[in-house]
């Protein structure tokens, strides 16, 4: 009885907030989801670059198709790649990062008009910066976490 | 005791958020917590400490010490599938830890939501 009242007695009383959970709902983030995705759009660009005119009349509906699946990829990679750097820089960044990487928003946002333009154009010069631009995030994030793991692509 | 020197003002109380402490702990409980300083004495392993977040300073965190290397504190969640703690922040500096839990005021788990 004495403990129930002596534990009333603490309930009642202000109290700060003291915090029991993980930072996301899953807790795991990893800049690697958006190199891998980073590196398909270089890879898709660079065979889309490389594909030749068909040869006869025969060749091309093949070629047409070819063409149109090596875009749909390169899309829909570009779209992945800006889908794992919007969680990174929504959910796993936050603003006391800011003071370590002032161009942290800088850097998200010309990552995301990245992934855009490589939509849009066949341009091997975008997907190398993309890339890049992949290594920069990584390299905060990882420095965020007091690590320093290495770059290291698939490709 | 521990409610007559959180009178004095020698405790805290703290009102826990978040399941990465259970089953010890659950959201609501409240923890009666002796401040430490940079003076102090470790807690023992084993402890329940209040710490300040590593990488989010005005955040408070309550985890389980594990392991004490160098002034580097290891802290863990009773609950690792709920919890963020040195598993993903590395070890902690001793500088972040605000103080041990001496004390639990359980909330009825009915009033858990």
Known sequence: ?155 | MDLLLLFCGRRRVMQVEGYSMWPTLKPKDRVIVRPLNQHSELPAIGSIIVCIHPQQPSRRVIKRLSCVTDNQLTILGDCPDASTDSRQWGRIPKGCLIGEVVALASTPLEQVS
């Open chain 1, 1 to 155: 009885m004495l403990r129930s009242a002596l534990s009333a007695i603490v309930r009642s009383l202000p109290a700060s907030t003291v915090e029991a959970h993980c930072d996301g709902p899953c807790g795991v983030y990893d800049p690697a989801s958006a190199r891998v995705h980073a590196e398909a759009v270089l890879a898709m660009t660079k065979k889309l670059k490389a594909l030749e005119a068909p040869a006869s009349a025969a060749d091309h509906h093949a070629a047409l198709n070819t063409f149109a699946r090596f875009v749909a990829v390169k899309e829909d990679e570009a779209q992945k790649t800006k889908n794992e750097l919007l969680i990174l820089w929504t959910d796993y960044f936050k603003p006391e990062h800011l003071a370590t990487f002032p161009d942290l928003h800088d850097t998200f946002w010309k990552a995301a008009k990245l992934c855009s333009a490589c939509k849009v154009h066949i341009d091997q010069g975008k997907a190398e910066e993309l890339l890049a631009a992949v290594e920069k995030i990584h390299g905060m994030f990882w420095q965020s976490k007091g690590r320093s793991d290495a770059w290291v692509t698939a490709s």
